[in-house]
């Protein structure tokens, strides 16, 4: 397998870990909960949820042909809360989760030596890509931490539990030694 493959292989990875991480967050929020913020300045996992979707929908449609930022988007109605129940904010996450997936799923290695745009620049797929992940993974990260918040002593950590580090790595170590 190229490195090209092995890089499409490492980064469909790195997206799926990001999204289970957020799953894992958003599964613990209850129906009232993904419409909290602490002020107004802050989003609520409802309209995080909803602007991953949408910004999804218009970098990954039409990844290789067409401006990143479609011109049907209206990004500032994405940070108003219009999302009515847990289950719509679950089919908007999949959906847009899904336009990602399928179009990872249809690059091939040449495609990754192509140019994108996206509102109006020309950026390498690799880099276009890159910078998703990270744009994903901060918001995930607000997620995680409102989720955090609200949770309190009720939250279920989503890695390595506060003060359990040294068990963890024994653990890791006995089953590798055996």
């Known amino acids: 397998m190229g490195v090209e493959l092995v890089y499409l292989t490492i980064i469909e990875k790195r997206f799926k870990s990001v999204k289970e991480q957020g799953e894992k967050a958003i599964k613990q929020l209850s129906e009232e909960e ?8 802050c ?8 602007h991953l979707n949408r910004n999804m929908k218009s970098r990954w449609i039409d990844f290789l042909t067409s401006d990143g930022e479609k011109e049907n988007r209206n990004r500032d109605q994405e940070f108003i809360n219009t999302i009515s129940s847990k289950d719509e904010l679950m ?16 690059l091939t290695s040449e495609d990754l030596n192509k140019e994108v745009t996206i509102r109006g620049e020309s950026l390498s797929v690799i880099d276009a890509i890159e910078r998703q992940l990270v744009h994903y993974a901060s918001h995930i990260g607000q997620i995680v931490y409102l989720s955090k918040q609200l949770k309190a002593e009720k939250w279920t950590t989503l890695s390595i ?7 963890y790595f024994r653990k890791m170590k006995e089953r590798h030694d055996l």
């Open 43 to 50: 989003n609520s996992a409802s309209v995080i949820v909803k």
């Open 91 to 106: 089919k908007l996450w999949e959906e847009g989760w899904g336009v990602l997936f399928n179009a990872l799923g249809e």
């Open 161 to 167: 539990p506060k003060g359990k580090s040294e068990e």
């Open 34 to 41: 993904i419409h909290w913020y602490p002020n107004k300045e």
